[in-house]
């Protein structure tokens, strides 16, 4: 008797974790994790929000595949999960350490959308502060990392899915519909039988006398009517 699978060793368990932290990673990129505060010119600028898709790219990339990674693992084998889990584990470091590079060096991040905004990007007396959400990501790749252990870890005790996999009963029974067709003449061969046989006995009495209607009829279809006289 198999002993009852605890509750953290589940598939949908792991998988919706997996794909809920990956989910949150890539939320925070939607949102503003700098605000800029620019210089002030004569020409006036409004400060700026850069969002985590601008101050942090590959967060977004990264999220992305921690995503589909955990959506994969629902329909991998044993030797594929494997490779989830190190795809999730990769996911998870590359989130945090694209996140930790953001919050290490905010200007930086910060750096393309002020060059955009007024064509310098280290232009003296910007102000660039954090908001909560790089901090967010980062905790949602260090988890997306653990997350990638916990699959390699539970999913040694998941069954293998045998949906499409014949059972012992319907190979026997397709064997014995096999014997039948192959001893049984189908209708189609004893058809073809009669009408060759029927064939050969009217070549064997000659060919039926023809008038000129029939002559020209068959001329029409593109025989010769003197090989039937």
Same mark, same amino acid.
């Given at each position: 008797?198999?002993?009852?699978? /605890?509750?953290?060793? *589940? /598939?949908?368990?792991?998988?919706?974790?997996?794909?809920?932290?990956?989910?949150?990673?890539?939320?925070?990129?939607?949102?503003?994790?700098?605000?800029?505060?620019?210089? *002030?010119?004569?020409?006036?600028?409004?400060?700026?929000?850069?969002?985590?898709?601008?101050?942090?790219?590959?967060?977004?990339?990264?999220?992305?595949?921690?995503?589909?990674?955990?959506?994969?693992?629902?329909?991998? $084998?044993?030797?594929? *999960?494997?490779?989830?889990?190190?795809?999730?584990?990769?996911?998870?470091?590359?989130?945090?350490?694209?996140?930790?590079?953001?919050?290490?060096?905010?200007?930086?991040?910060?750096?393309?959308?002020?060059?955009?905004?007024?064509?310098?990007?280290?232009?003296?007396?910007?102000?660039?502060?954090?908001?909560?959400?790089?901090?967010?990501?980062?905790?949602?790749?260090?988890?997306?990392?653990?997350?990638?252990?916990?699959?390699?870890?539970?999913? *040694?005790?998941? /069954?293998s899915s045998r949906r499409?996999?014949?059972?012992p009963a319907a190979a026997?029974?397709?064997?014995?519909?096999?014997?039948?067709?192959? $001893?049984?003449?189908?209708?189609?061969?004893?058809? /073809?039988?009669?009408?060759?046989?029927?064939?050969?006995?009217?070549?064997?009495?000659?060919?039926?006398?023809?008038?000129?209607?029939?002559?020209?009829?068959?001329?029409?279809? $593109?025989?010769?009517?003197?090989n039937y006289r």
């Amino acid at each position: 008797m198999s002993t009852p699978m /605890k509750r953290w060793q *589940r /598939k949908g368990t792991v998988i919706m974790a997996a794909v809920l932290f990956g989910i949150a990673a890539f939320a925070t990129t939607t949102r503003t994790w700098l605000n800029v505060q620019l210089p *002030r010119t004569a020409v006036q600028t409004p400060d700026l929000a850069v969002s985590g898709s601008d101050a942090a790219t590959a967060v977004t990339a990264f999220a992305v595949v921690a995503i589909t990674a955990g959506l994969a693992a629902s329909i991998a $084998g044993p030797v594929a *999960r494997w490779i989830v889990s190190v795809i999730l584990m990769i996911s998870g470091v590359g989130v945090a350490a694209a996140s930790y590079t953001v919050i290490a060096d905010p200007e930086q991040g910060a750096a393309g959308a002020i060059g955009q905004a007024i064509g310098v990007s280290g232009a003296t007396g910007t102000v660039v502060t954090l908001t909560a959400l790089p901090w967010a990501a980062l905790v949602s790749g260090i988890l997306i990392a653990i997350t990638g252990v916990w699959l390699a870890v539970a999913s *040694r005790g998941w /069954k293998s899915s045998r949906r499409y996999a014949p059972s012992p009963a319907a190979a026997p029974a397709a064997a014995t519909a096999s014997a039948d067709t192959a $001893g049984t003449p189908s209708a189609s061969a004893s058809n /073809k039988g009669t009408e060759a046989g029927a064939a050969s006995a009217e070549e064997d009495n000659g060919p039926e006398p023809i008038d000129d209607i029939d002559s020209w009829d068959r001329l029409t279809r $593109g025989d010769d009517p003197t090989n039937y006289r």
